[in-house]
């Protein structure tokens, strides 16, 4: 069925590491995958995403790469701040009744300790 | 100029109450969705409107009905709440339909039934 799994579940580094976190999908059809972060009682904020026709994208210190064959995509976070502390979705599209919609992971809690 | 407002921001009722909650985007957007982040911040989608008119409905109680009277406004009332309706409950948008790409999120309102 739909399902989209996501790891680490919860994910510790020392400020100004890098962080990955990995998420794979079950369906081939997928074509759409965003990441979302979202900070303790707010809302999800869309921070990058990444269709099928593309292999990889970057905006400032945070990328995301995706492998079709093998299914799975990766955020990668670079130089993290205290302020990347938070909880990080992935999400993939799945075609449903001719439209689409987002499945999204369980989420990374990523903790960056100054 | 919030994007995508909702209110209220908590509700605390008791069982067998009927709620409403709302949700308003000034963005432009024709879709509009509503989410729900349970207890271990797993988030699944619950409905889609795109211009007034509901294109997705994932398998909700019947006690749940969304309704939109115009493009940027996806209300969502709830009767006969259970302790189970109990959760962190999203409104998103995004422009285009059918893609489900760059959706933009709410605040959140969290429901607490007692």
């Known amino acids: 069925g739909e399902n989209v799994e996501q790891h680490p579940s919860t994910l510790s580094v020392q400020e100004g590491d890098s962080a990955v976190i990995k998420c794979t999908y079950s369906d081939s059809a997928s074509n759409y995958f965003p990441w979302y972060k979202q900070e303790l009682g707010k809302g999800p904020q869309l921070i990058i995403d990444i269709r099928s026709n593309v292999g990889e994208k970057k905006d400032q210190r945070i990328a995301v790469t995706l492998n079709k064959t093998a299914k799975h995509f990766s955020l990668h976070i670079t130089e993290t701040q205290p302020e990347d502390s938070a909880v990080y979705f992935c999400?993939?599209?799945?075609?449903?009744?001719?439209?689409?919609?987002?499945?999204f992971g369980a989420g990374t809690r990523l903790a960056v300790h100054p | 100029d919030t994007a995508v407002s909702q209110t209220p921001k908590y509700l605390v009722t008791q069982m067998g109450n009927d709620k409403s909650i709302k949700c308003e985007q000034n963005?432009?957007?024709?879709?509009m969705y509503w989410y729900k982040q349970d207890s271990k911040k797993f988030l699944k989608i619950m409905f889609s409107?795109?211009?007034?008119?509901?294109?997705i409905n994932e398998t909700v109680p019947n006690r749940f009905s969304p309704k939109s009277p115009d493009k940027a406004h996806l209300n969502l009332h709830i009767n006969s709440l259970e302790l189970g309706d109990s959760a962190v409950y999203f409104c998103?948008?995004?422009?285009?339909?059918?893609?489900?790409?760059?959706?933009?999120f709410g605040p959140g309102t969290r429901l607490t039934v007692t």
């Open positions: 409107y795109n211009n007034k008119e509901l294109i």
């Open positions: 963005l432009g957007h024709d879709t």
């Open positions: 998103a948008s995004s422009q285009v339909v059918a893609a489900a790409y760059e959706q933009y």
């Open positions: 999400a993939a599209s799945i075609y449903s009744g001719g439209y689409n919609k987002l499945i």
